[in-house]
């Protein structure tokens, strides 16, 4: 059996195209992803979620992914409004779930030549059969296949949040699509639903900020 | 106090934030502003107040510098928002604070279209082949492509885009500072500072109304409040800062522009779009002309829209997310990370507004007096804010600050808007009513305002 992969690196891999080229922009993505992984730790009872604020239950152990425990010694030092780590761990989220993912030969370096001069490099899927699984919770749960966990929920709301509902493969109008990915994360548990908003805000903030 | 303790304790403040100091931030109210923004309304103001420019921008810096230190007042108490409409709505009361956004929602969604139309008659003015409505559309969609695509502002971008200007501007002070003291012009001469032959103070003010245009801009600062390394003080500090280096720019280019002018009793007669590009002319010949007006169209209608459209999307947003506007305003291109909606929206706006302002004569003057209609009721409620949130709910001991300070400033505001332009005053006054119209629909259909509640920040919460 497969091993379940970090949301968070879940979500990157929905959130490139099969070239590797990202396809929303990398402020949005890093909020996203730094939001997932704040979820997971949520999700596994690490840390606790409650009107805007979040604090670590108990004593904060390791769990070996670099983002999660980034955000969690953060918290754990800095208790309080749940936006600060969130925006904290965006600054290089994408760079260390990338890298976890080529850890574990999810990914694979690719370096092409533009118009034969101009080197660059991408990441792809390893196995294409990685980015299927990571979206097929959330068709699942769409499609009404399968009832939604609280992580399935929670993939859902950000998926839907960060408009990678094409990434799904769903014959539905993307708005009604959305509507009802928000909607699942809605019945999700109370942190999930609180995150997936605070995201969205975040999200939102990010596009109207003055300096990128 | 503890969590803040804590948060500093862990080096909390110094990593959430982006580490913008008072340079930058005084740069960027700079920018907003523009070194250089005189040139484009330099014969509207010459002609208003009678041959006295630089007075007229003395005293509307005074008048700002009494706003910047109500709004330092109020970004000490509410350290985490950015508008006058929060700083109204917080203080006073959410349907005092949707009156104000509806009154500055005047000057931040008509500057843009200000900026076009300067940017378009100033390089009508370099190749006047190609007509002010097809510069002005060419500039919209240059524009809008530009914000859709999501290219931003950065402050290395801001330092590179004021030191530009200032070059621009030295260039013009020094050859037209050589072109008086070989005869040039009328030689020195006190008279637009002080003429005692066209001097009252209802025309001083009337000039003043249009001359705080290129000052507008400045409250742009409290925007970085959050990122700001010094926090609130800082944020205060860089905007008096800003507005006295803006101020000694503006007095001294229009001081040596209004020495320049070819014909001053034309000018004082008809006014004119284009007055500072033909002192230029004068000092240099055409080719400092074209330079004067090439460099207006870039800022104002490359460089400033760029800020521009920031803040009136931040504003939009605000009020949207409120429930205070239609949602739509508030969404957001997660792909482009852009409002999109607020960009489309103020493009369609200011190619329809433009185009008709191209067609007036007085268009400049008009939208100017408008945007500066919009700004200065804003600014009188935001010391109205002042007084109401520290000297009466707070009964602040700091008399000065709290008290005298914001009815001084208010005071004098009062009298720019009574002195103002009578069509601005009308238009003003529609607008006014079109808000309270709203607003008894927002309460007719149970929407009545209200704002999100900000996290308290007990250390800089009251603090004189």
Same mark, same amino acid.
């Given at each position: 059996?497969?091993?379940?992969?970090?949301?968070?690196?879940?979500? %990157?891999?929905?959130?490139?195209?099969?070239?590797?080229?990202?396809?929303?922009?990398?402020?949005?993505?890093?909020?996203?992803?730094?939001?997932?992984?704040?979820?997971?730790?949520?999700?596994d009872g690490r840390v606790a979620v409650a009107r805007g604020r979040v604090a670590v239950s108990g004593r904060p152990a390791p769990t070996g992914d670099a983002v999660a425990d980034h955000l969690l010694a953060f918290v754990a030092s800095a208790p309080g409004d749940v936006r600060v780590p969130i925006r904290?761990a965006a600054a290089d989220a994408c760079v260390r779930t990338r890298e976890a993912l080529i850890a574990a030969g999810v990914l694979v370096r690719v370096t092409k030549r533009v118009m034969g001069v101009v080197p660059t490099t991408r990441y792809v899927a390893a196995d294409i059969a990685s980015v299927v699984?990571?979206?097929?919770?959330?068709?699942?749960?769409?499609?009404?296949?399968?009832?939604?966990?609280?992580?399935?929920?929670?993939?859902?709301?950000?998926?839907?949040?960060?408009?990678?509902?094409?990434?799904? %493969?769903?014959?539905?109008?993307?708005?009604?699509?959305?509507?009802?990915?928000?909607?699942?994360?809605?019945?999700?548990?109370?942190?999930?639903?609180?995150?997936?908003?605070?995201?969205?805000?975040?999200?939102?903030?990010?596009?109207?900020?003055? %300096?990128? | 106090?503890?969590?803040?303790?804590?948060?500093?304790?862990?080096?909390?403040?110094?990593?959430?934030?982006?580490?913008?100091?008072?340079?930058?931030?005084?740069?960027?109210?700079?920018?907003?502003?523009?070194?250089?923004? #005189?040139?484009?309304?330099?014969?509207?103001?010459?002609?208003?107040?009678?041959?006295?420019?630089?007075?007229?921008? =003395?005293?509307?810096?005074?008048? &700002?510098?009494?706003?910047?230190?109500?709004?330092?007042?109020?970004?000490?108490?509410? #350290?985490?928002?950015?508008?006058?409409?929060?700083?109204?709505?917080?203080?006073?009361?959410? #349907?005092?604070?949707?009156?104000?956004?509806?009154?500055?929602?005047?000057?931040?969604?008509?500057?843009?279209?200000?900026?076009?139309?300067?940017?378009?008659?100033?390089?009508?003015?370099? *190749?006047?082949?190609?007509?002010?409505?097809?510069?002005?559309?060419?500039?919209?969609? @240059?524009?809008? *492509?530009?914000?859709?695509?999501?290219?931003?502002?950065? @402050?290395?971008?801001?330092?590179?885009?004021?030191?530009?200007?200032?070059?621009?501007?030295?260039?013009?002070?020094?050859?037209?500072?050589?072109?008086?003291?070989?005869?040039?012009?009328?030689?020195?001469?006190?008279?637009?500072?002080?003429?005692?032959?066209?001097?009252?103070?209802?025309?001083?003010?009337?000039?003043?109304?249009? $001359?705080?245009?290129?000052?507008?801009?400045?409250?742009?600062?409290?925007?970085?409040?959050?990122?700001?390394?010094?926090?609130?003080?800082?944020?205060?500090?860089?905007?008096?800062?800003?507005?006295?280096?803006?101020?000694?720019?503006?007095?001294?280019?229009?001081?040596?522009?209004?020495?320049?002018?070819?014909?001053?009793?034309?000018? =004082?007669?008809?006014?004119?779009?284009? $007055?500072?590009?033909?002192?230029?002319?004068?000092?240099?010949?055409?080719?400092?002309?074209?330079?004067?007006?090439?460099?207006?169209?870039?800022?104002?209608?490359?460089?400033?829209?760029?800020?521009?459209?920031?803040?009136?999307?931040?504003?939009?947003?605000?009020?949207?997310?409120?429930?205070?506007?239609?949602?739509?305003?508030?969404?957001?291109?997660?792909?482009?990370?852009?409002?999109?909606?607020?960009?489309?929206?103020?493009?369609?706006?200011?190619?329809? &507004?433009?185009?008709?302002?191209?067609?007036?004569?007085?268009?400049?003057?008009?939208?100017?007096?408008?945007?500066?209609?919009?700004?200065? @009721?804003?600014?009188?409620?935001?010391? *109205?804010?002042?007084?109401?949130?520290?000297?009466?709910?707070?009964?602040?001991?700091?008399?000065?600050?709290?008290?005298?300070?914001?009815?001084?400033?208010?005071?004098?505001?009062?009298? @720019?808007?009574?002195?103002?332009?009578?069509?601005?005053?009308?238009?003003?006054?529609?607008?006014?009513?079109?808000?309270?119209?709203?607003?008894?629909?927002?309460?007719?259909?149970?929407?009545? #305002?209200?704002?999100?509640?900000?996290?308290?920040?007990?250390?800089?919460?009251? $603090?004189?």
């Open positions: 059996m497969t091993t379940r992969l970090p949301l968070h690196q879940d979500l %990157y891999l929905l959130a490139h195209d099969q070239s590797g080229k990202p396809l929303i922009h990398q402020s949005s993505m890093a909020l996203g992803l730094a939001g997932a992984a704040l979820l997971d730790l949520a999700l904290k699984r990571a979206s097929s919770g959330a068709r699942s749960a769409v499609e009404g296949w399968k009832e939604p966990d609280t992580r399935c929920a929670a993939l859902c709301g950000l998926v839907g949040v960060l408009r990678l509902e094409g990434e799904l %493969y769903l014959d539905q109008p993307p708005g009604e699509l959305v509507t009802r990915l928000r909607e699942i994360a809605g019945s999700g548990s109370r942190e999930v639903a609180e995150l997936v908003s605070v995201v969205d805000t975040l999200v939102t903030e990010a596009a109207i900020a003055v %300096y990128r | 106090m503890r969590p803040q303790e804590s948060i500093e304790q862990f080096g909390y403040r110094q990593e959430l934030r982006r580490g913008v100091g008072l340079p930058d931030l005084v740069f960027y109210g700079l920018a907003f502003m523009l070194p250089i923004a #005189p040139f484009a309304i330099f014969g509207l103001v010459y002609s208003r107040s009678g041959g006295m420019p630089v007075l007229a921008y =003395l005293v509307g810096m005074v008048a &700002l510098l009494f706003t910047a230190a109500s709004y330092a007042q109020m970004v000490k108490a509410f #350290p985490l928002s950015g508008s006058v409409y929060n700083y109204a709505g917080r203080g006073i009361a959410p #349907p005092v604070g949707f009156l104000t956004g509806w009154m500055v929602m005047l000057d931040y969604i008509l500057v843009p279209c200000l900026l076009y139309l300067v940017a378009s008659i100033a390089m009508n003015a370099s *190749v006047p082949q190609v007509p002010v409505w097809a510069w002005l559309v060419l500039f919209v969609a @240059v524009n809008m *492509v530009i914000n859709l695509r999501g290219i931003r502002m950065t @402050v290395k971008l801001t330092r590179l885009m004021i030191a530009a200007e200032v070059v621009v501007l030295a260039l013009f002070l020094l050859i037209g500072g050589w072109a008086l003291l070989q005869g040039g012009g009328r030689g020195f001469s006190l008279d637009p500072l002080f003429n005692p032959a066209t001097f009252s103070w209802p025309v001083v003010f009337a000039a003043v109304s249009v $001359a705080v245009l290129s000052f507008l801009g400045f409250d742009g600062i409290s925007m970085l409040v959050e990122e700001s390394t010094g926090g609130s003080e800082q944020v205060g500090r860089a905007m008096r800062l800003a507005l006295l280096l803006a101020g000694a720019l503006f007095v001294t280019q229009v001081w040596v522009a209004a020495l320049l002018v070819p014909d001053p009793a034309a000018l =004082l007669r008809d006014g004119s779009d284009t $007055a500072f590009y033909d002192a230029a002319a004068v000092a240099g010949g055409e080719w400092l002309r074209h330079v004067a007006s090439t460099a207006t169209a870039l800022s104002w209608g490359l460089a400033n829209t760029l800020v521009a459209q920031v803040a009136v999307s931040r504003l939009l947003y605000a009020m949207a997310r409120d429930r205070q506007l239609p949602s739509f305003l508030a969404k957001v291109s997660v792909r482009h990370s852009v409002p999109s909606n607020a960009i489309l929206f103020m493009s369609a706006l200011s190619v329809a &507004l433009g185009i008709w302002m191209s067609a007036r004569d007085d268009g400049v003057g008009l939208l100017s007096s408008l945007i500066n209609m919009g700004a200065m @009721v804003a600014f009188i409620v935001l010391h *109205v804010s002042v007084i109401v949130h520290y000297a009466l709910r707070q009964g602040s001991d700091n008399v000065w600050a709290h008290l005298v300070a914001p009815l001084v400033g208010m005071g004098i505001l009062i009298f @720019v808007v009574i002195n103002a332009n009578v069509l601005a005053q009308l238009v003003g006054l529609v607008w006014l009513g079109v808000g309270a119209a709203v607003l008894l629909a927002l309460y007719a259909f149970g929407r009545r #305002p209200a704002l999100r509640d900000l996290p308290p920040v007990p250390s800089e919460r009251g $603090a004189s």
